[in-house]
């Protein structure tokens, strides 16, 4: 337990004394105005207070990502710790707070705009599509996981008005578009602005309702320094560097965060709430992630066993999740207050993805909107974009098995968030401020990335020694044309 509240403190102290240090090498000014306030529209650029966004960005960014990938993390044993605190205030927070910054001082423009901006037109329309791409792919991911969810609730079928309606997975990934397709056209304050604080209670609600259970039922927590090795059952496949740092991508990093963090820039009403909302958001995630990290390693007697619940015929991350849930929530003699508690987490099951893949959705929108200079004020315009993304969604979601995507949509997640970094890299320096605390996390990344690509099966599968060395020549060669490029 002594290493799960160290991480926890180290989180902590790293908002406050990093978080600070982030703003300072910026230059936050409270003086200036955002683009909330100068390009106000009522539809995107729309003045929210910061609490508000707060709770927005964290559940833009949150979503299953530092639940899931958390879980599936911890089969690597405690070091999972390490890459949660060091990746989270070091990469992740500081990535998404400076690529939000940088957003704020260009009127709130999109990830795209801010790569082409700094690393050259032709990255950015490969990045474009390459967004784009991912976007979709994690709507697809967040309709087909929340509509099986909610199908295995409601089997079955029920008459109105003389029609019989089958509660399949079909009717409700229908239903869950159907609002994506609110949340993607409608002013943010009207849909998103509104339901959002009931489901950051229920994602939060679920991690503290988790750990705190697992306390006072007597759970032992491994300690670090006890189990400072790779417990993977399938090792060989899966040592932790690269796999881990490519499992545990929300929580530490992750690229997805830097596409939605432009549409709480247009909603931030002074530049002194960034790091509160951006940088505290990325911190949240990362004490999510470190509460299901912790709570999976201990739930099943020990790691080996959680391998063993996870590699079992028949199951899955989310089978898991349900059932550390529900048995660490179930309290003897009081059956109300448990159903109570269970209907809360299984709410937060279905809430979370959802709320990752409506912004996933209305990005796009946004992105598609800045790339061709599309006007988004005109309802005419958001409905066209929204009505391709989403039939492309849709489809996409019932022609590939979601673990595919899944992995897919990790590698791709780890890759933007390095591409980000670059380009944060390649800003700060020509503003002359201190562009290491971008560098060293994005050579470190690039490493990762990389050496995944050439290692994972999914992928090339490589030898990893090969894989590794492919990996170093990589990042030496970005390594040499930085320094080229800021020389030239």
């Known amino acids: 337990m002594v290493s799960f509240f160290l991480a ?12 600070r240090l982030m703003e300072k090498i910026f230059g936050v000014d409270e003086k200036l105005l955002t683009p909330a306030i100068r390009l106000k529209d ?3 650029y729309v003045p929210l207070s910061w609490p508000r966004s707060f709770l927005i960005q964290f559940l833009n960014i ?28 070091l990469g992740g927070a500081m990535h998404d707070f400076m690529s939000a910054m940088i957003s ?6 999109s990830l795209p705009g801010i790569i082409g901006r700094n690393l050259g037109k032709v990255i950015l329309w490969l990045v474009l599509v390459f967004i784009l791409l991912m976007l979709i792919i994690v709507g697809a991911v967040f309709v087909i996981n929340p509509a099986n969810i909610l199908a295995s609730m409601t089997r079955g079928e029920i008459f109105l008005a003389g029609c019989a309606f089958n509660f399949d997975v079909y009717f409700w990934a229908v239903v869950i578009v159907i609002y994506y397709f609110a949340a993607t056209l409608l002013p943010i304050d009207k849909v998103i602005g509104k339901i959002y604080p009931f489901f950051g209670f ?36 899966m040592p932790i560097f690269p796999m881990m740092f490519i499992t545990i991508a929300c929580g530490a990093i992750s690229g997805f965060h830097a596409t939605q963090s ?17 940088y505290g958001a990325m911190v949240m995630e990362g004490v999510i992630a470190l509460i299901w990290a912790a709570v999976a390693m201990t739930f099943f007697g020990s790691i080996e066993n959680l391998n063993v619940a996870l590699s079992r015929e028949g199951s899955s991350i989310a089978s898991v999740v349900s059932e550390i849930s529900f048995g660490l929530l179930q309290m003897d003699g009081h059956t109300f207050l448990s159903n109570v508690a269970a209907i809360l987490v299984l709410l937060g099951v279905v809430a979370a993805p959802i709320t990752t893949g409506d912004t996933a959705f209305r990005s796009a929108r946004l992105i598609i909107g800045d790339a061709f200079s599309i006007p988004q004020h005109k309802i005419f315009n958001r409905l066209f974009i929204a009505i391709v993304l989403l039939t492309a969604g849709y489809v996409l979601a019932f022609s590939y098995n979601s673990l595919i995507l899944w992995r897919y949509m990790g590698w791709s997640n ?17 503003e002359r401020k201190v562009y290491v605390v971008a560098l060293i996390p994005a050579l470190f990344m690039t490493m990762v990335t990389s050496t995944y690509f050439f290692f ?17 020549l990589v990042t030496l060669l970005f390594s040499f044309l930085f320094y080229f490029s800021i020389k030239s």
């Not at 549409?263 to 909302?277: F, G, N, P, Q």
């Open 42 to 44: 009522g539809v995107d």
């Open 414 to 430: 780890q890759t933007l968030a390095t591409i980000t970094l670059w380009a944060i890299t390649v800003y700060l320096y020509r």
């Open 104 to 109: 704020m001082r260009m009127d709130g423009i």
């Open 8 to 19: 926890l403190s180290l989180l902590i102290i790293g908002y406050f004394v990093y978080g």
């Open 202 to 237: 229920l994602l939060l609600f679920m991690g503290v309702a988790v750990i705190i259970a697992a306390m006072v039922k007597g759970y032992h927590f491994p300690e670090l320094w006890d189990h400072f090795s790779n417990y993977h059952y399938l090792k060989d496949r």
């Open 62 to 89: 949150a979503g299953l990502g530092p639940i899931f990938g958390a879980v599936a993390g911890a089969m690597w044993g405690p070091v999972a710790y390490l890459w949660i605190v060091f990746g989270n205030i």
């Open 262 to 278: 432009p549409m709480i820039v247009r909603c931030l009403t002074s530049e002194k709430y960034a790091r509160r909302v951006f």
């Open 456 to 472: 994972a099966p999914e992928l090339l599968n490589l030898t990893y020694n090969i894989s590794v060395i492919f990996g170093a």
